[in-house]
């Protein structure tokens, strides 16, 4: 063992604080990087850490640029329409902002701090991954509006709610953040619905 390094393998592990976590080299190996002054530099004092390796996986290091930010629900029953709308406009990697009901909690009518936290997170995904668009999309039978049943299984009357509801988001974001090309989608069970945007520049991802 190396001074200030408190080496120890899986099923051993520390209640100390993640600053103090560093990662071996031998990739099932964890280690403990203690400061020298660390009051009881001892195996014994308390150390159980849970985490540990499942399987080896090497993920891309690059950093990427993306192509835009998605705000989305995490209904997964959409995950595949989603997949075919970002490849048929030209959307390769993107940062997904899942949150229920999607774009709705643009739209107004949520708690105003939802709002400014995904607000907040597509000024992140600008700084961080140059995003310069952004995909607001709500779908249909979406548990966050009380699924298809709030409007009576009616699909026509829930397609012109969220059509409201998308370009209140759309025009709430774009006026937010002008530079930003906005564009807004809803998605039903037979397709997927693209909102005109008169406030932007209508760029094209
Ligand atoms: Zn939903």
Redesign the pocket.
């Known amino acids: 063992m190396s001074a200030g390094i408190l080496r120890f393998r899986p099923g051993e592990s520390c209640t100390l604080s993640r600053s103090f976590f560093g990662w071996s080299a031998h990739g099932c190996e964890r280690f403990l990087r203690l400061p020298h002054s660390f009051p009881d530099y001892n195996k014994s004092a308390q150390l159980r850490c849970p985490i540990r390796k499942i399987f080896h996986f090497q993920s891309p290091r690059e950093r990427y640029t993306a192509d835009a930010a998605i705000v989305w629900?995490f209904?997964h029953r959409f995950d595949l329409v989603l997949r075919k709308l970002t490849k048929r406009i030209g959307v390769m990697s993107f940062d997904p902002i899942l949150v229920?009901?999607?774009a709705k909690c643009l739209a107004g009518d949520e708690n105003e701090a939802d709002r400014q936290f995904v607000l907040e997170q597509v000024r992140k995904s600008m700084r961080l991954h140059g995003t310069h668009t952004v995909l607001l999309m709500l779908?249909s039978d979406?548990?966050?509006y009380g699924g298809l049943a709030a409007f009576e299984h009616d699909t026509d009357r829930e397609a012109e709610n969220h059509r409201q509801d998308l370009h209140r988001a759309l025009n709430f974001l774009q006026g937010e953040i002008p530079e930003l090309n906005v564009r807004g989608y809803f998605v039903d069970f037979e397709g997927v619905w693209e909102a005109e945007n008169s406030l932007g520049a209508a760029r094209i991802a």
Do not use: E, L, N
Request: aromatic fraction near 0%.
């Open positions: 629900c209904d229920a009901g999607g779908h979406c548990g966050a």
